[in-house]
């Protein structure tokens, strides 16, 4: 007789199939939405398209290190010194 872990675990095992059988039920153009509103979140929820830094690629060195600037704008701002 299983225990409550393994019954536990049954259901949750249980509970990943149904969402990949409704995953893959759905037509192709309906999973390609569905993954827009994840990336969609995603970005919105503070995620980066950027590639991690790696320390073992032949182009470290040329590539930029650091934290991004908020916003993922440049971090440059035009100073005016026309005095208007």
């Known amino acids: ?5 393994q019954l ?6 249980q ?10 039920r759905l037509t192709p153009i309906e999973r390609m939405r569905e993954s827009m509103k994840l990336w969609r979140f995603y970005l919105e929820a503070g ?3 950027d590639p991690e ?7 470290d060195h040329v590539m930029p290190h650091g934290t ?3 916003y993922r704008r440049s971090g440059l701002r035009v100073v005016r010194r026309s005095g208007i």
């Open 8 to 13: 536990t675990r049954l259901h949750e095992a």
């Open 47 to 49: 995620g980066s398209l």
């Open 15 to 24: 509970l990943s199939a149904d969402s990949w059988l409704e995953w893959y």
């Open 68 to 70: 991004p600037p908020a």
């Open 1 to 5: 007789m299983p225990n409550q872990h």
């Open 53 to 59: 830094p790696d320390s073992q690629s032949p182009f």
